[in-house]
């Protein structure tokens, strides 16, 4: 059985590797190409979203920045974000010099907690970034009454573009909204990002900075074409050999050593620091592999629900409405904290590698969380969340015959 791994290209289909591979051949067409790629691929992802303006570049932490340098947050200004969520979305926080502000979660939903958003909110509020968590909605109309008109909504739909709230395009309901398309999102062009924002004076403010980035280097998007292409050749053969040492291992290991699979987080955004070659252009050729999986986005999330339905009915911890629109880019579960390590050690026997968002405060070492202006107790539901969190595969590389064999050998 071809193993099913949670966060490793899970969105790649036969298409997308041919795409890449005719991509990797022609680097004339990589930065820009006769069909202005990347303004198509604006097009598309805007008329999906009811015409809002749609700016691409290099990932959806670019994207936040740039949103919220042409708000004029600064020094002084508070944004009002998750904890539970990924660094990499608090630090452009840091970087425009304002004061990141960690809302705590409902432990039910994953998403923000209205009573602690009431706390939260101060007169040096200027945002709030609302994330739809594993595809959930927020329930934006309660977030607007609670902060009022003069705070700008930002949507963080990293895992839940293409779904609806209320029969509402989520991203297009705050006033602006940032999009990832990196590896294990809900589509993928390995990296990419894209700020959805409704008001034009600051999408012309954006696309000006944008259009005087740098360009990605050959070499980083070199290896964003190969990244799919690797883990289609790593993945079956990963468990192939004997006992740990298999081909898929060795493959991924040196991969890893010659620097070609790419790395998604960088050591100095640990740190809170920018990297200096971001924010950056997005390249037509990932705008190109973007744009294949974009055509796929209803398929991809119609099949998560179906795959979210058999989960639901094995744990029943959500109520999987067939009817409703929002898609689950991954299946959360909690379980005891002690069990954790089994339950991954029985699914990877079976071939099945789960994820842990978000095992950490902002998916982040101990040693990062002072700096990024987290101090311990300051979420305490999201701090007894990430002890307890597994999440359980939705993507097109899982069928519905593989989950229902996944919830069959959990051990839960
Ligand atoms: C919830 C969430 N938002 C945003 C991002 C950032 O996306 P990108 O990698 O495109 O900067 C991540 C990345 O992991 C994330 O988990």
């Known amino acids: ?26 680097p004339w067409n990589w930065r820009e190409d006769k069909n202005n790629s990347v303004d198509r691929f604006e097009e598309m992802v805007s008329e999906y979203h009811d015409g809002v303006n749609a700016i691409a570049m290099d990932s959806a932490r670019s994207a936040f920045y740039l949103l919220l340098k ?9 944004v009002i974000l ?29 998403n923000l907690s209205l009573e602690d958003l009431k706390k939260k909110v101060t007169k040096k509020t200027k945002v709030v970034l609302v994330q739809h968590t594993f595809g959930l909605p927020v329930e934006l109309e309660k977030v607007r009454e609670i902060v ?11 895992h839940s573009l293409g779904g609806l709230y209320k029969g509402q395009k989520i991203g297009t309901i705050g006033d602006a909204s940032v999009a990832t398309f990196g590896i294990e999102k809900v589509i993928s062009s390995v ?11 600051i999408a012309e403010e954006i696309i000006s900075e944008i259009k005087s980035a740098p360009h990605f280097s ?22 192939i050999g004997i006992g740990k040492a298999t081909i898929g291992r060795a493959f991924s290991f040196v991969a890893h050593k010659l620097g070609i699979m790419g790395i ?18 997005m390249p037509s050729a990932l705008a190109r592999l973007g744009m294949n999986q974009f055509r796929k986005l209803d398929r991809f999330n119609n099949h998560r629900r179906e795959i979210a339905g058999i989960y639901e009915e094995k744990f029943g911890a959500f109520k999987v409405d067939q009817n409703s629109k929002h898609n689950y880019l991954r299946y959360p579960l909690l379980v005891k904290p002690g069990n954790r390590s089994k339950i991954y050690r029985n699914t990877s026997k079976n071939h099945f590698v789960l994820g842990n968002w978000y095992k950490n405060i902002l998916y982040a070492p101990d040693s990062s969380l002072a700096k990024l202006g987290y101090k311990n107790g300051d979420t305490p539901n999201a701090e007894w969340v990430a ?7 939705t993507a097109v590389n899982v069928s519905t015959d593989e989950a229902t064999h996944l919830v069959n050998i959990m051990g839960v």
């Open 1 to 26: 059985m071809r193993p099913v791994f949670i966060g490793a290209s899970p969105n790649t289909e036969k298409d997308d590797i041919k795409l890449a591979l005719k991509l990797l051949f022609q």
């Open 70 to 78: 042409a708000y004029g947050i600064g020094p002084g200004d508070e």
């Open 82 to 110: 998750p904890s539970f969520s990924c660094l990499v979305i608090a630090n452009p926080v840091i970087w425009v010099g304002a004061k990141p502000v960690y809302v705590d979660i409902d432990k039910e939903t994953f």
């Open 148 to 158: 009022g008109k003069d705070v700008k909504i930002v949507e963080d739909v990293a």
């Open 191 to 201: 990296r990419g990002g894209m700020v959805l924002v409704k008001d034009d004076r």
């Open 218 to 239: 050959l070499v980083r998007i070199k290896i964003a074409l190969l990244n799919p292409i690797l883990w289609w050749l790593i993945t079956p053969v990963y468990y």
């Open 264 to 281: 998604m987080i960088e050591k100095c955004e640990y740190d809170t620091q920018k990297p200096i070659w971001i924010p950056a252009r």
């Open 387 to 393: 002890e307890r969190i597994i999440n359980l595969p």
